[in-house]
């Protein structure tokens, strides 16, 4: 190609290899080492997350398998006792697993209708104003420490369910999941909104051009078109429901309880690694092994929906 | 009139047509994004001193074989460059792998489209290009940038405000203000993509003038969409379309006896 | 027919505004129950006095002081790495398998319960590394945890600045990094700004991680002072010591049978609120004076 050179002047030399003499070559040297640093410093930062990750795995593995020389996995999933500081101690996760799913269950049968409801009003009927007051409010009802609903759970909602139930114990899976419910509420309500609102407005013309109402169209239209993206939000939210640990350490009481009546207390898995780390255990008993044992289900519980949730929602992205 | 070329002289120019000084020279440059092939082997002389003007439609490749001078294409991945840009007077391949894009950037100056001055003062504005290049000394920097103001024609109007914001400034003023910008660091070749597309005529009128008194300084290579304005202000015209040049010749002739039959049709406005 | 469609409607309104009444009456509710429980201890004897058996004694002081330099090793470790990483991915990575994962990871970790991050931080941090249940282990762990809002919120800010802006400095023979430290960041600051108020108001009430490094319950001494009388005059032996924070306080209290601990707890869950809501407050005021404010 270099070969047509009738464009190319006698004193073009295409190939001379002398730099640019723009700068110093020290100056030039100088700034393409502190580049590369920088470069290399940011990647550095950027890493810290997949070692993180890494770790917390690696973390999990480690102390589990140390957990399962003792206990046999057979064991573990099938026993329907949780006792391992007893002096006959039985390492079944099902009641902790038990009282996992009870309250996580109570919590998304509040987050669910009030969360999709609510999104459905903020997407398809309220006014931007009532949109600019609202949103701010709902992120203030997310940032509200754990500890602070742990004791809206125990000392608040428990007490006026119990004028309801005057039977209901003073800890019960009841109060903490409704407790739960609208702490995840926030995270559902913004997530299936945004799923709403990205469902193109011609759809919605289409439905109003047949003369249907607002209402009308947003349950027949646009719900069903954001399907995927709301059941995305409903999916984080169990994530977020599951992994929740203040509350139900309050409010649920730390018994592990093979029950599914929310109107009885009993532990979750996050519950009785708090309960375990408040006490003084010794480093690699089998006591202190047992809660990466139990994280180790919670942590694939959480990376199970998670990873559902985000294709869900990635492929909700992907349709409009 | 219309003299049809053989196919294998498009883009070569008459002879006695090669302008002398040159200040760069596109030499068989061809362009990819990715696999897609966007400049076919165009080869355009710069005069030095001149202006030189690239016309054609939208989407003729003109706004991307601007951007090769500079080495603009380097920022985004899958992209690839062929062929040379010839930086004279040492006639550097300044595409070759070796050439630090940095290093050509700072001898070379654009002007983009939409005027885009920095959320900075003025000052500041102006001050960046001396900045990078290591400036400190406030004396120097007052005095370039007052130079650069004034060659932009840009400073009795801003001379009692450098401190407020450049993009506070109006339409006219912001892209005059990217000019003074791009002359602060003494460029040898200014690069001017369409600097007039988002302006009002009065504003436009403005920037043609300083690009006259301009080019006395600086070589100037300007993109435009708006053949009167090639015709009004340039020395040079080469006309692109489906990125390849189609014609190249002094403005003059060029717009008055175009020896390609595409060229005389856009010029013509009979297409594009 | 038409009546009753519209009718559907009107209550459907209804319906959706009750619903969210019912969020934010939960959100009033549950600061008006801590106003009325608590205030009555929210006093200066409060804030300035140790832990007691005797509720009525009981203060939070060391807790106030824990949060303040746990809060102070998080926002070191957690802000410049998290600001980087930030600016690695949306300024520097290549689109590769390899930035893939790291923004996989980083989405993953911003779903993992603050729990693990506990767990991780007893493996880590408390044994591995032997730092023990110290303050830096907690400032640490909530670094961690506070990262992926960090990097998620710093991308967003830097996404914002237009490509125009950095193409300009470029142009002007700007390397990466000038114009990344010369206009990205600065330009971005607002939006980054916001995500780390919002993270650190986080990480002030997490508690399950901090419970899990074993962070102490009852807690009657202060950290030894970070300025001290003699040469060099600075002293980070309160890295290594035991703490306690606020939400732990708040949990220790709450976890008392009696009105009176009830009451603390109360006061102090106000405090916390009030700290965390006036944080948010912040992050959102700030987030619409930005959107007022668009330079390009």
């Known amino acids: 190609m270099k070969g047509r050179t009738v464009l190319v002047p006698e004193q073009g030399t295409a190939g001379s290899s002398k730099p640019l003499l723009v700068e110093g070559e020290g100056r030039r040297r100088v700034r393409r080492i502190r580049e590369l640093v920088i470069e290399g410093g940011l990647l550095v930062a950027a890493l810290v997350s997949v070692a993180t990750t890494t770790m917390i795995l690696a973390v999990l593995v480690v102390e589990s ?9 057979y064991d573990f999933l099938t026993d329907t006792l949780w006792t391992p500081l007893f002096d006959d101690p039985h390492y079944g996760i099902l009641p902790l697993l038990a009282g996992t799913i009870v309250t996580s269950m109570v919590g998304l049968l509040v987050a669910i209708p009030i969360g999709t409801v609510s999104a459905m009003y903020l997407s398809e009927f309220a006014s931007p104003r009532v949109r600019e007051i609202i949103k701010p409010v709902l992120e203030l009802l997310g940032a509200v420490p754990t500890v602070v609903y742990g004791y809206f759970a125990l000392l608040v909602v428990t007490p006026a369910l119990q004028w309801i139930w005057p039977d209901l114990p003073g800890f019960n899976m009841l109060g903490p999941g409704i407790v739960i419910g609208i702490m995840i509420l926030p995270l559902v309500i913004s997530l299936s909104e945004d799923a709403m609102r990205a469902v193109p407005m ?21 719900v069903p078109a954001a399907t995927s993206g709301i059941v995305a939000a409903y999916v984080l939210g169990i994530s977020r429901a599951v992994g929740e640990t203040m509350v139900v350490a309050i409010a649920a009481g730390q018994n592990p309880n093979l029950t599914w009546n929310p109107m009885e207390p009993a532990a979750t898995i996050t519950a009785y690694i708090v309960q375990v780390a408040l006490g003084d255990l010794p480093h690699g008993s089998i006591g202190y092994r047992s809660i990466f044992a139990a994280g180790l289900v919670l942590a694939m519980m959480t990376f199970t929906f998670n990873i559902l949730g985000h294709v869900m929602r990635k492929r909700f992205r992907e349709v409009y | 009139m219309a003299r049809s070329l053989d196919s294998s002289h498009v883009g070569s120019a008459e002879k006695g047509e090669w302008p002398k000084p040159l200040k760069a020279e596109a030499c068989e440059l061809s362009f990819y994004y990715g696999s897609r092939l966007v400049l076919k082997r165009v080869s355009v002389p710069i005069a030095q001193g001149n202006i030189t003007a690239l016309i054609g439609p939208s989407g003729c490749g003109k706004s991307t074989f601007l951007r090769c001078f500079n080495r603009m294409h380097d920022l985004y991945p899958g992209t690839r460059y062929e062929g040379a840009i010839l930086l004279y007077p040492e006639g550097r391949n300044i595409l070759d792998r070796q050439v630090d894009p940095i290093e050509v950037r700072m001898r070379l100056a654009m002007v983009f489209q939409k005027p885009n001055p920095f959320p900075k003062s003025v000052y500041e504005n102006v001050a960046y290009g001396l900045r990078v290049r290591g400036v400190r000394d406030r004396r120097v920097l007052d005095e370039k940038v007052e130079q650069a103001l004034r060659s932009a024609a840009l400073w009795e109007e801003v001379k009692d405000r450098l401190s407020a914001l450049g993009t506070s400034l109006s339409g006219g003023q912001q892209q005059r203000l990217c000019i003074a910008r791009a002359l602060a660091t003494d460029p040898e070749l200014l690069l001017l993509d369409e600097p007039t597309s988002a302006l009002d005529p009065i504003a436009t009128g403005n920037i043609e003038e300083l690009l006259q008194d301009l080019k006395r300084r600086v070589t100037i290579l300007i993109v435009t969409h708006n053949m009167q304005q090639a015709a009004r202000i340039s020395d040079w015209t080469a006309f692109m379309y489906l990125g390849e040049l189609v014609e190249f010749g002094p403005t003059k002739r060029l717009f008055t006896t175009p020896t390609n039959k595409q060229t005389e049709d856009y010029i013509t406005g009979r297409f594009g | 027919m038409i009546k ?56 939070i002081l060391p807790a106030v002081v824990g949060s303040t330099l746990v809060m102070l090793v998080t926002a070191c470790a957690g802000i410049p790495v998290g600001v980087a990483a930030g600016i690695y991915l949306e300024e520097y990575a290549k689109r590769t398998w390899f930035t893939e994962l790291i923004e996989v990871t980083v989405t993953n970790l911003a779903g993992v319960p ?35 809002v960090v990097i998620v919120t710093t991308r967003e800010a830097i996404r914002a600045v237009p490509v125009h802006i950095r193409e300009a400095a470029f142009a002007l023979g700007a390397t990466r990094w000038q114009t990344v430290a010369d206009h990205v960041l600065p330009y971005s600051a607002a939006g980054i700004l916001t995500g780390i108020i919002l993270a650190l108001s986080r990480a002030i009430g997490e508690t399950a991680p901090i419970v899990t490094v074993g962070a102490l319950t009852f807690v009657a001494f202060l950290p030894p002072a970070p300025i001290t009388s003699q040469p060099p005059y600075l002293s980070f032996e309160w890295l290594m010591s035991p703490f306690t924070v606020m939400p732990i306080q708040m949990f220790a209290w709450v976890s008392r049978p009696g009105e009176d601990f009830a009451a603390n707890a109360a006061a102090a869950g106000l405090l916390l609120v009030g700290m965390t809501l006036t944080m948010n407050g912040l992050a959102i005021y700030v987030r619409y004076r930005m959107r007022k404010r668009v330079f390009w």
Do not use: C, N
């Open chain 3, 4 to 59: 009753r469609r519209k009718y559907a409607e009107a209550l459907f309104k209804v319906l959706g505004l009750s619903s969210l009444a019912l969020a934010v009456g939960t959100l009033a509710l549950l600061f008006g129950a801590l106003v009325v429980h608590g205030i009555g201890r929210l006093d200066w004897q409060f804030l300035t006095s140790f832990p007691s058996r005797h509720a009525s004694q009981a203060g």
């Open chain 3, 114 to 148: 603050s729990i693990i991050f506990g767990l991780l931080a007893l493996g880590l941090f408390v044994y591995m590394l032997g730092l023990g249940a110290s303050i830096l282990t907690a400032g640490l762990t909530l670094a961690l945890l506070i990262l992926p």
């Open chain 1, 202 to 222: 011609m759809l919605r013309e289409g439905s109003y051009a047949m003369g249907a109402t607002h209402l009308e169209t947003a349950w027949r239209v646009v």
């Open chain 1, 65 to 73: 398998l140390g957990f399962f020389d003792t206990v046999s996995l």
